[in-house]
C-alpha cells in the first residue's frame, strides 16, 4: 500500500512539473548582432532575468540568431515568425523620420545609457503619436555611442578632410559629411576593415565600439572626435502584439514594468560597454585621438541646426512639434544622466 501511494505521489508531482512546464510562456527573440556582441551577452540575458522574476517563472525568452538581415527584423516581428527583436532605424530609410530625433549632434558629452533613458521619455510623450512603428509593441528605444571620424593619415581640422572617401551609413552622418565636403561612401561596418585596408576609403564614420568589434583602429588608427558625437544612432526593441494573447494582464503588467525606461537604459549601458572596450583596444594599439576645432565645431552646429530646421519641418504635423520634441529630449539628458546607473541590476557575463 505505501509502494502503491509513493507511486501514485511521484505521478501526481511529476505531472504537476510538466504541466508548469507547459504552462511556460516563451518569448521568441530575433537577434542579428553576434554571438559576442552586448545585445546578446548584456541585454537579452538581463531582460530574461528580469521578466522571469518578475513572472515569477510563467514568461520566460529564448533567442535565436540569424533569422534574417538587420532590415528585415520588422517583418520578421510584424510577419509573427519572431516575438521580437531589435532595430537599427536608419536600416529602413524613408520609414522612419521622427526616429532621426536623438541623430543630431548636441556638443556635449552624456552616456549612451543617459541618452537612451531620454530618448524613452521623449518618444513615450512626443514620437510614438506617429505611429512610425505600425501597430508593434515598442518595448524600448536606444542610441548608440558617439560616432566619431576615423582616419588612415592624422587629421586636425574638417579642411584637411575636404575631398577624402569617408565611410558613411546614412541619416544625420551622412548630411553632416556632405556638409563638410567629405565624399561619402555607402559601406556596412562589417565592411570598413576590408575597404580601409585596401585603401578603397581614406577613413570612416563609426561607433567607438567599431575600434575593437570592426578592427577599424587596426586600419584607421586616428580619431578626430566631437564631444557627444558627430551623430548617434536610433535603435528600438519591438515586439508582435500578440504576444500578449498568450500572458496574463498580470504578467503583461509586470512585462510592461521591467522594460520601458530600464530596458532603454539597458540597452545604452550595452553600448557605453561596448564603447569603453573599443577606446581601450585603440589605446593599447597607440592609436591618436584629436579634438575638433573651436571653429570646425561652430561650422558643424551651423550645419546641423539647418538640418534640424529642415528635419523639424518635414516631420511635424498636427500636434506634434519636432522641435518641441528635440527640446523636450536636450532636457530630459541632464535629469536622466543624474538617475543611478542602471549597472548593478545588470547580469554578468
Not at 501514485?8 to 559576442?36: C, F, K, Y
Not at 540569424?66 to 510584424?78: E, F, N, R, T, W
Not at 576609403?201 to 565600439?209: H, P, Q, S, Y
Not at 518635414?314 to 543624474?338: I, P, T
Amino acid at each position: 500500500m505505501n509502494k502503491a501511494t509513493g507511486l501514485i505521489l511521484s505521478a501526481l508531482a511529476a505531472a504537476t512539473l510538466s504541466s508548469t512546464a507547459l504552462a511556460q510562456t516563451t518569448i521568441n527573440v530575433s537577434s542579428w548582432g553576434g554571438p559576442n556582441h552586448g545585445i546578446n551577452t548584456i541585454v537579452w540575458p538581463t531582460w530574461k532575468a528580469w521578466i522571469e522574476e518578475a513572472t515569477e517563472g510563467r514568461v520566460t525568452l529564448q533567442v535565436t540568431e540569424d533569422l534574417g538581415p538587420p532590415a528585415a527584423q520588422m517583418a520578421l516581428v510584424a510577419d509573427g515568425v519572431a516575438d521580437a527583436s531589435w532595430i537599427f532605424h536608419g536600416h529602413m530609410p524613408g520609414r522612419f523620420e521622427l526616429t532621426k530625433l536623438p541623430e543630431f549632434p548636441t556638443f556635449e558629452a552624456f552616456s549612451s545609457e543617459a541618452a537612451s533613458a531620454a530618448y524613452w521619455e521623449t518618444f513615450k510623450t512626443h514620437l510614438a503619436q506617429g505611429n512610425e512603428h505600425r501597430g508593434l509593441e515598442v518595448m524600448a528605444v536606444g542610441v548608440h555611442g558617439p560616432g566619431q571620424i576615423y582616419t588612415a593619415e592624422k587629421v586636425e581640422t574638417f579642411d584637411e578632410l575636404e575631398g577624402k572617401r569617408l565611410r558613411t551609413g546614412g541619416g544625420v552622418m551622412s548630411d553632416l559629411a556632405d556638409a563638410m565636403g567629405v565624399t561619402g561612401v555607402a559601406l556596412p561596418p562589417t565592411g570598413v576593415y576590408e575597404a580601409a585596408s585596401q585603401g578603397v576609403i581614406d577613413g570612416a564614420m563609426l561607433t567607438l565600439e567599431g575600434l575593437r568589434s570592426f578592427r577599424v583602429a587596426e586600419v584607421l588608427p586616428n580619431t578626430l572626435q566631437v564631444d557627444g558625437g558627430f551623430y548617434r544612432g536610433s535603435f528600438a526593441i519591438i515586439m508582435n502584439p500578440m504576444v500578449w494573447d498568450r500572458v496574463s494582464a498580470e504578467d503583461r503588467e509586470a512585462i510592461e514594468a521591467v522594460s520601458g525606461e530600464s530596458l532603454s537604459r539597458l540597452f545604452g549601458y550595452m553600448m557605453d560597454v561596448s564603447d569603453r572596450r573599443g577606446v581601450e583596444f585603440a589605446e593599447e594599439l597607440g592609436n591618436t585621438f584629436t579634438q575638433a576645432t573651436e571653429e570646425d565645431i561652430a561650422m558643424l552646429r551651423e550645419a546641423s541646426d539647418e538640418l534640424v530646421d529642415q528635419w523639424a519641418e518635414r516631420v511635424s504635423s498636427g500636434e506634434l512639434d519636432a522641435k518641441d520634441a528635440l527640446g523636450f529630449f536636450r532636457d530630459q539628458l541632464s535629469e536622466a544622466a543624474e538617475a543611478e546607473s542602471i549597472e548593478s541590476r545588470v547580469v554578468q557575463e
